[in-house]
């Protein structure tokens, strides 16, 4: 589905975890920081447990160069799948919070 067809949705009232966790998401991509960041945080709201969003959360701020802000996202989204028993993710975001902590050096 498209931006457009969820941005649609949303509009509707169809306001829920996955819809602004894939929102955000394809704002990433499309290189529209702001309105990820702005999804992603929402999603964060409906559920802080959501590792994913925690990981694409924390890229976008990442790109915006708000490099303290990114590294907290990471740790909170580690910590969060942590509790979860979700290893992958864990793994995956302590290799991008090593990475942005070496390029801060």
Known sequence: MDRAA???MLAQGNDNLLLRHTLGTLCLKE???DAAIEHLEKA???DPGHSASWKIYAKA???LGR???AIQAYERGIS???EKGDVQAVKEME???KRLKAQKK
Do not use: H, I, N, S
């Open 95 to 97: 290799v991008f919070l």
């Open 80 to 82: 969060v799948a942590g």
């Open 67 to 69: 490099d303290e802000d």
């Open 6 to 8: 969820l941005e649609k």
């Open 44 to 46: 964060l709201t409906q």
């Open 61 to 63: 701020l990442m790109k």
């Open 31 to 33: 290189g529209m920081l």
